[in-house]
């Protein structure tokens, strides 16, 4: 059946309803399905339908026709995916992607600095936002297809009705209002319909969700609300984006048979994650949200769960940078999508017997945030250039330029910029040349140059030692130390610049130590840290540190020349997704036994750790001190500092990794 057909057919006046057709195998007669999800009839049809053929087709000239209709004539496209393959474009999501403003994620780094450590990871934000917009529309399909097994279900076995309402109040399970009784009371009968127009707004918020990363991702966003005190988030910025977006390309939503309003609200409430008033961190919780009802809220665990982090976002970006980064190749997250559903509660779950897997993909995140977001050597390189972005944060200016002459219009500074999408739009990762070859005689543009010099010599900040807390010490009875249970004393507690000047102060009094011996004043060897970041416990390496009482090695630094300017110290803390709380308690599951199938019993609960206790970790969380030298010629005296402050508190005397820190989870 052409296209051609099926539009004088639906403008004719046998077509004076609106009617959705699917699922047809040579059948005669289709079947109409109502638009109002609480009340779903059926209706026979007096013509026939060719067979495979799969139509959802609205319109005539009284009502309004659906997306798919108005993208007849519409061009589709197919985008290649390193991971997924052929992903298939709609026509709003091209329209999205042609634009500067999404399109300004392909100069966006996915793992930011990484790329100086890990030299493979340099995919963008770009490939990261396709690929978590595919895996939301198979997460769609799997939950249309579940629920239209259930419907038939209930269909075949009318008394599962009974006995679910019966169960429930045995139980004392909520109901679901998703069929509404002649008196006005609520039963549950199956999870609301996803409409075509959820769908789009599921897909164009999985693709535009990281609209709002500043250069370098979550480095950029640290700098802004640690160093400067600015209250900024990129989910937020997200949504400014995606309106600057809309409104500079005239994009209309209506156009693709969206709401202007309440489905763009719905669109910026799953990629904030949160209610919009306030935003992220003072609106009022994912209960005030009000794009969908709340018999919809698991279209919001789709790119966001709010509840356990078991979402799209993640199953992507751990896949993705696991394997450009390390070369690891790791299974697709078909498996986690094809075997969900929604049951009691209107939240996405689980199959019980992907409890380890679960458990499993925590791991995952634990190990990448370990192994490479929080790696030694990416850590000084961050620091490095966020000291750059800070020196140049109100010098630099951002170009602003017309979109149709592209003539400059206005520079505004960054600390301006990441609040005005217009200037925003123009902020990527090439901020670095473009700061280097700025005209700028001040003397912080001048620091910022001298930095990137090193930068580009790989003449990064030093490593100098780190402090894991998580260890079992005579002192505290033999119990592992959690950050949960320490005094205001403890390294976990104190305040990054206390922990500094303790170190500062124990370096000058225990300046003079033991002397070295003529051969080692007279010795020019450095001994640097061995692969895990560990310092070599031998005497040799233990007069490298030394400053002699009189007369010895006149090239040791001295007292005065350690300050607090040359010294990093950070406090890290790397989990598996819920601090020191297990992640897959947060997950419920639901049992996929045929006699609970059968009867439509879906409840989900929480399934006990003895179902994966051979996997679970020791610990759920991580954490400690680490600390870094700007200067390399004084790394010496900073390592000597950091053991005499390890010493004096008893903590294990420079213990290295590789990585260890504390990011944010939404790359």
Not at 213 to 224: A, D, L, N, Q, Y
Not at 298 to 316: R, T
Not at 513 to 541: A, H, K
Request: net charge negative.
């Amino acid at each position: 059946m052409s296209q051609q057909t099926i539009l004088n057919y639906y403008m004719s006046n046998k077509a004076s309803k609106p009617r959705e057709f699917d699922d047809f195998e040579g059948m005669k007669g289709g079947k109409r399905k109502s638009s109002d999800v609480d009340h779903e009839t059926e209706e026979s049809y007096d013509f026939e339908v060719p067979k495979k053929q799969h139509l959802s087709v609205v319109g005539t000239q009284n009502f309004p026709l659906t997306p798919i209709l108005r993208s007849v004539g519409l061009r589709t496209k197919t985008f290649h995916d390193r991971i997924y393959g052929q992903i298939e474009l709609d026509p709003l999501i091209i329209r999205i992607m042609d634009t500067k403003q999404f399109q300004r994620l392909q100069q966006l780094k996915q793992l930011g600095l990484c790329e100086n450590v890990f030299r493979s990871a340099n995919h963008t934000r770009f490939e990261h936002s396709v690929g978590a917009m595919h895996l939301a529309t198979r997460m769609m399909q799997t939950l249309e297809e579940q629920r239209r097994k259930d419907k038939k279900l209930r269909r075949m076995f009318p008394a599962i009705n009974q006995y679910w309402e019966n169960l429930r109040e045995q139980k004392g399970y909520p109901a679901l209002p998703s069929k509404r009784n002649e008196d006005g009371s609520c039963t549950y009968s199956i999870p609301a319909k996803i409409t075509e127009a959820d769908k789009l707004c599921v897909k164009v918020a999985a693709l535009c969700h990281d609209l709002g990363h500043g250069p370098f991702s979550h480095m950029f966003e640290t700098m802004i609300c640690q160093d400067m005190g600015l209250d900024w988030a990129h989910e937020e910025m997200s949504v400014l984006m995606l309106k600057y977006l809309l409104r500079d390309n005239n994009i209309r939503l209506e156009d693709y048979g969206l709401d202007p309003v309440n489905d763009l609200r719905f669109i910026e409430e799953l990629i904030v994650g949160d209610d919009l008033d306030g935003g992220k961190r003072n609106g009022g919780g994912i209960e005030a949200r009000r794009g969908r009802g709340p018999e919809k809220n698991f279209l919001y665990d789709i790119i966001n769960n709010a509840h356990s982090g078991l979402d799209i976002d993640k199953l992507d970006y751990f896949m993705r940078d696991k394997k450009v980064s390390l070369g690891e190749e790791d299974k697709q997250p078909y498996r986690f999508i094809d075997l969900a559903r929604v049951c009691w509660c209107p939240e996405l779950d689980k199959d019980e017997k992907l409890a380890p897997e679960a458990m499993e993909i925590f791991k995952i995140r634990f190990n990448m945030h370990w192994k490479v977001y929080t790696h030694r050597n990416v850590k000084a390189v961050e620091y490095l250039i966020r000291d750059v972005l800070k020196l140049a944060f109100k010098h630099y200016t951002v170009p602003c330029y017309d979109k149709d002459t592209a003539r400059l219009v206005r520079r505004v500074p960054i600390e301006e910029a990441i609040y005005d999408p217009a200037a925003f739009v123009n902020l990527d990762d090439h901020i670095l040349s473009n700061i280097y070859n700025f005209q700028s005689e001040d003397e912080d543009m001048q620091c910022a140059r001298a930095l990137l010099h090193r930068y580009q010599r790989h003449d990064f900040y030093k490593f100098v030692g780190n402090t894991p807390m998580n260890f079992v010490d005579a002192r505290h009875g033999g119990n592992s130390v959690s950050a949960d249970s320490q005094t205001d004393s403890h390294p976990i507690k104190t305040s990054v610049d206390a922990l500094k000047q303790e170190m500062l102060s124990l370096w000058e009094e225990e300046n003079v130590c033991i002397p070295d011996t003529p051969d080692e004043q007279n010795s020019d060897v450095e001994y640097p840290l061995d692969d895990r970041g560990s310092q070599p416990m031998n005497e040799e390496f233990l007069s490298q540190s030394r400053t002699p009482v009189k007369g010895g090695n006149q090239n040791a630094p001295s007292a005065g020349q350690l300050s607090a300017d040359d010294l990093i110290v950070e406090k890290w803390s790397v989990h598996h997704g819920k601090k020191s709380k297990n992640p897959v308690d947060e997950v419920f599951f639901f049992s996929s036994e045929k006699e609970a199938s059968v009867k439509g019993l879906w409840v989900a609960r929480r399934v006990s750790q003895n179902r994966y206790g051979s996997i679970l970790p020791r610990d759920q969380i991580m954490h400690g001190v680490r600390v870094f030298c700007k200067e390399p010629s004084k790394r010496h005296a900073a390592i000597s500092a950091h053991r005499l402050w390890c010493k004096k508190k008893m903590w294990p005397e420079s213990l290295g990794t590789d990585s260890m820190h504390h990011t944010n989870d939404s790359h």
